[in-house]
């Protein structure tokens, strides 16, 4: 495996593939990282890592450094949050069941919303909904696209109005886990626990300070500073508080599919100087292997 000795990496610590909600094979994925000159790359699909060995092939063929990744929901208070694995040991037989149990979440609300719509008259729409998340399972947008189908609504909008929105027959929580307990899987598989796009969840700045406070309590060493499509002024409010709370500096670009020119893989604003990078402090630290050290 070549990996280029070019002065500046280009590191991409989330993306999406096929084995998740993006619209690549594991494969194209990393061969169009290759393309966009990204040298270290982590696919992050949601709440598995059955992409990774494909994707791992990809990448020696291709001369990219490939790092473990996932993507795992969770519960913090009422509030649905993702935090990224990074470098974790994939064979870990503990981490491997949890994340079966996280697939399987999944297939148990889609499933609660396909019988709960049916109570109110609605055909069996599971088999539809999967085929419109691309075989993966269904979440609401989906189910809504099949009801406006099959004509039980005008629009989008009125399924969720009629069928799926809150208080309505489809409107079945998520069964996820509470975010200490994702963060301590990730913890004891040797990998590293990264809070992703914190500006995503639109929190205040003082509950997201308290999320960051509970989410490092829990071992959760790293926090996303730079996403795709955030505001300078968003870049800004995340390297103070990653300087803060003295965390380690992740960034990524969350891309799903080609196209979206404000989501590319690899294109990510700058992280300015003196944040402590996460690729410091993989098993294999990609970079200066000594810690940056002034923010000057
Ligand atoms: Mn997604
Ligand atoms: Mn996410
Ligand atoms: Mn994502």
């Known amino acids: 495996m070549t990996i280029p000795q070019a002065p500046v990496f280009c590191i991409d610590l989330h993306c999406h593939s096929t084995a998740s909600d993006g619209l690549l094979a594991p494969a194209d994925l990393v061969q169009r990282a290759a393309e966009k000159g990204v040298s ?7 709440d598995t890592i059955d992409g990774l060995s494909e994707a791992r092939t990809q990448a020696e063929s291709s001369g990219i450094r490939l790092i473990n990744g996932t993507e795992l929901s969770c519960l913090w208070k009422t509030q649905t949050i993702h935090v990224v694995g990074l ?9 491997r069941e949890a994340l079966a149990r996280q ?6 609300r889609a499933r609660m919303i396909t019988e709960r719509l049916q109570k109110t008259g609605v055909a069996d729409l599971l088999e539809k909904a999967t085929a419109k998340a691309g075989g993966d399972v269904p979440g609401r947008p989906h ?4 009801l406006v189908e099959e004509g039980r609504v005008k629009d989008a909008a009125q399924a969720f109005k009629r ?9 079945v929580k998520a069964f996820w886990p509470e975010l200490s307990e994702v963060v301590q899987w990730i913890t004891a598989a040797g990998g590293i626990a990264v809070l992703a796009h914190p500006r995503k969840y639109r929190l205040t700045a003082t509950k997201l300070r308290n999320l960051v406070h509970d989410f490092k309590r829990a071992g959760g060493r790293s926090i996303e500073v730079s996403t795709s499509g955030q505001s300078s002024g968003d870049l800004g409010f995340l390297v103070e508080l990653c300087r803060q709370q003295e965390l380690l500096a992740s960034q990524g670009s969350d891309f799903h599919f080609p196209g979206a020119p404000w989501c590319e893989l690899g294109k990510i604003m700058k992280m300015p100087d003196g944040l402590e990078p996460v690729w410091h402090h993989f098993k294999e630290p990609a970079g200066v292997p000594s810690p940056v050290q002034s923010g000057a």
Do not use: C, I, M, Q
């Open 143 to 146: 189910f809504a696209r099949v």
């Open 103 to 108: 697939h399987e979440n999944r297939w148990a």
């Open 163 to 171: 069928y799926l929105g809150a208080g309505k027959p489809g409107d």
């Open 87 to 95: 470098d974790f040991d994939s064979a870990n037989p503990a981490f």
């Open 40 to 46: 270290h790359l982590a696919v992050t699909d949601h």
